[in-house]
C-alpha cells in the first residue's frame, strides 16, 4: 500500500508509519486524492489506538471505499427526514470582482451577514447586495460584524496571503511543551472525555473515541442545535447543556474538568480564556488532562481568533478555485465532501489517543489543529474529477441491521475501520444535543 498522506501524517503524530492493511476500492471525484486522505486518517487514528495495546498499523484495517463514505453522512434515515445541513442563504455569491461564501448556519452569523449587506433575508436580495462589494472587502466587514465569509482564493493568492504564509509555517499537529503528570494506564475503554465541540470535525473525532469505549460527554450553550449534523455524530455519547456565562454552570463545569481524563474543544481562540478557563487555569485545575483543540485558520497569523468551517477554508486555501478550474466552470467548485472536517476529526481522534499513550509514560498533552492546516497536507497529492471507479453508497454498504435515533429508525454505513480485528460499536443511540443531565454516566 502506498499512501501519499501516511508519512506526513505519521512524522506529525509521532508514529511508526508501517503500512495499514487497507481494502475496498475506487475514489471520489475530487481535484485532491480524498479517498487516499479519508483512509490515511481513519487509519491514524486506528493506528494510535492499537499502538495501546503495544501494536502498530498492521494491526489495523480500513476499508478505503466506507471511509469515503463516512467523510458524507453516514447515517440514511428511514421514514423520516434530515433538515438541510445548509441555511436558505448559506453559498457562494458573485461580488464585483470574484466570489464569496457565506456561512449563515447560525442564527447570530446569518444576522451579522444581513446587518452587513443591508438587505431582506431573501436570496435574491443577498445576492443583488453582495454583487456590488470587492470580495475581500465584504469577507472583512462580515467578519468584523462577528460573522462568518470567505473570499475566493487562488491557490498562488493563497501562498502569497499573510495567513496562508502562518498556517504553512504550522505543524499539522502542534504539540506544546510536555510536562510531568502522574502515570496512568493507557486504557481507553470507560475514559472520560468532555467534549466542547460542534459541527464538524471535533464531533467526529470524539464519536470515534466513543465507538471504542469512551465515555464522551458533549456540552452545547443553551439554545445551539445543529439539527442537520446531532444524527450523524452524537452516536455513542451522552449530550448536556451549560451556559458557562452563569456562575454556577461555570462550578459545574469546573468539576466535570476537574475529573475528566481528556478534554476536545473546538471554541473560537479566545473564548475559553475570557471564561476562565484558558490553558493554565485548565492545567491546573487537572494536571494529567490530556488538551487538544481545534481551530479553523490555526493559532498564529492575522486570521489567528478567526471564526471558520470547512467551506469557508475551502474557499480561502484555493481548493473551490482549483476545482473551478479544472472543471472549466464559471462558479467555486468545492470538494464532494467537507473532507477538511472529517480528515481533522479523525486526526484530532489521533493527537488525543497518543495523548493517551503519553499520559501511561507520566507526560502531559496539549495539541492544537486546525481546518486550514489540514487542507495544507490534502493539497499535497493530486485527485481526478473523474476517476476510474467513483464510488457511490449501494445497499451492501449499510449494516444489516436498522439503527434507533432520537428522531425514527435509520440505517447507518458499516464502519470503515477495524483495529485488532475490532470494528467501533456505540452502545448509545443517537439524539438531540442537551437530552442528558451534565454529569458523567
Not at 480500513?62 to 463514505?69: E, F, I, M, Q
Not at 473546538?266 to 487538544?292: C, K, M, Q
Given at each position: 500500500m502506498t499512501n501519499p498522506y501516511w508519512p506526513e501524517i505519521t512524522r506529525a503524530l509521532d508514529l511508526t508509519p508501517a503500512?495499514?492493511?487497507?481494502?475496498?476500492?475506487?475514489?471520489?471525484?475530487?481535484?485532491?486524492?480524498?479517498?487516499?486522505?479519508?483512509?490515511?486518517?481513519?487509519?491514524?487514528?486506528?493506528?494510535?489506538?492499537?499502538?495501546?495495546?503495544?501494536?502498530?498499523?498492521?494491526?489495523?484495517?480500513?476499508?478505503?471505499?466506507?471511509?469515503?463514505?463516512?467523510?458524507?453522512?453516514?447515517?440514511?434515515?428511514?421514514?423520516?427526514?434530515?433538515?438541510?445541513?445548509?441555511?436558505?442563504?448559506a453559498g457562494n455569491y458573485a461580488t464585483a470582482d470574484g466570489f464569496i461564501r457565506l456561512h449563515t448556519n447560525a442564527p447570530h452569523h446569518r444576522d451579522a451577514a444581513l446587518s452587513v449587506l443591508g438587505c431582506a433575508p431573501e436570496p435574491e436580495a443577498v445576492r443583488s447586495a453582495v454583487s456590488r462589494w470587492q470580495a475581500e472587502a465584504l469577507e472583512s466587514a462580515i467578519v468584523a460584524a462577528k460573522g462568518c465569509a470567505a473570499a475566493l482564493h487562488s491557490p498562488d493568492a493563497w501562498r502569497a496571503h499573510p495567513q496562508g504564509r502562518a498556517v504553512a509555517a504550522e505543524p499539522l499537529v502542534r504539540w506544546h511543551r510536555s510536562e510531568a503528570c502522574e502515570a496512568r494506564p493507557a486504557r481507553l475503554a470507560g475514559l472520560k472525555v468532555l467534549d466542547l465541540t460542534r459541527v464538524l470535525a471535533g464531533p467526529v473525532a470524539t464519536r470515534l473515541l466513543a465507538g471504542f469505549g469512551a465515555e464522551v460527554l458533549r456540552?452545547?450553550?443553551?439554545?445551539?442545535?445543529?439539527?442537520?449534523?446531532?444524527?450523524?455524530?452524537?452516536?455513542?455519547?451522552?449530550?448536556?447543556?451549560?451556559?458557562?456565562?452563569?456562575?454556577?454552570?461555570?462550578?459545574?463545569?469546573?468539576?466535570?474538568?476537574?475529573?475528566?481524563?481528556?478534554?476536545?474543544?473546538?471554541?473560537?481562540?479566545?473564548?475559553?480564556?475570557?471564561?476562565?478557563?484558558?490553558?493554565?487555569?485548565?492545567?491546573?485545575?487537572?494536571?494529567?488532562?490530556?488538551?487538544?483543540s481545534l481551530s479553523a485558520y490555526g493559532r498564529s497569523g492575522p486570521w489567528g481568533e478567526r471564526r471558520g468551517f470547512d467551506s469557508l477554508v475551502q474557499m480561502s486555501c484555493g481548493i473551490a478555485a482549483l476545482g473551478r478550474q479544472q472543471a472549466g466552470l464559471d462558479r467555486p467548485l468545492p470538494l464532494p465532501v467537507q473532507a477538511l472536517?472529517?480528515?481533522?476529526?479523525?486526526?484530532?481522534?489521533?493527537?488525543?489517543?497518543?495523548?493517551?499513550?503519553?499520559?501511561?509514560?507520566?507526560?502531559?498533552t496539549r495539541a492544537e489543529l486546525s481546518l486550514a492546516r489540514t487542507a495544507e497536507c490534502l493539497k499535497s497529492a493530486p485527485g481526478s474529477l473523474?476517476?476510474?471507479?467513483?464510488?457511490?453508497?449501494?445497499?451492501?454498504?449499510?449494516?444489516?441491521?436498522?439503527?434507533?435515533?432520537?428522531?425514527?429508525?435509520?440505517?447507518?454505513?458499516?464502519?470503515?475501520?477495524?483495529?485488532?480485528?475490532?470494528?467501533?460499536?456505540?452502545?448509545?443511540?443517537?439524539?438531540?444535543?442537551?437530552?442528558?443531565?451534565?454529569?458523567?454516566?
Open positions: 503500512p495499514f492493511q487497507e481494502t475496498g476500492t475506487g475514489a471520489l471525484p475530487s481535484v485532491h486524492a480524498v479517498s487516499d486522505f479519508a483512509a490515511a486518517t481513519v487509519a491514524a487514528a486506528g493506528t494510535a489506538l492499537a499502538r495501546l495495546d503495544g501494536r502498530g498499523a498492521e494491526a489495523v484495517t480500513v476499508d478505503r471505499r466506507l471511509a469515503s463514505l463516512w467523510f458524507d453522512m453516514s447515517l440514511r434515515p428511514t421514514g423520516w427526514e434530515m433538515p438541510s445541513i445548509w441555511d436558505p442563504l456540552i452545547d450553550p443553551p439554545h445551539w442545535s445543529e439539527p442537520a449534523a446531532e444524527a450523524e455524530v452524537n452516536l455513542g455519547k451522552r449530550c448536556a447543556g451549560l451556559d458557562l456565562t452563569r456562575s454556577e454552570d461555570r462550578e459545574t463545569f469546573r468539576r466535570l474538568l476537574a475529573s475528566a481524563d481528556m478534554l476536545l474543544h473546538g471554541y473560537r481562540p479566545g473564548a475559553l480564556e475570557g471564561l476562565g478557563f484558558g490553558a493554565e487555569a485548565r492545567r491546573a485545575l487537572n494536571p494529567g488532562l490530556i488538551d487538544v472536517d472529517h480528515g481533522t476529526g479523525y486526526l484530532l481522534a489521533a493527537a488525543a489517543l497518543r495523548g493517551l499513550a503519553r499520559r501511561a509514560e507520566g507526560r502531559t473523474s476517476p476510474e471507479h467513483p464510488i457511490t453508497a449501494t445497499p451492501e454498504d449499510f449494516a444489516p441491521d436498522p439503527e434507533a435515533t432520537g428522531w425514527g429508525p435509520a440505517q447507518r454505513l458499516r464502519p470503515p475501520l477495524t483495529v485488532n480485528g475490532q470494528p467501533p460499536v456505540w452502545r448509545l443511540a443517537t439524539g438531540p444535543v442537551r437530552r442528558h443531565a451534565p454529569a458523567w454516566a
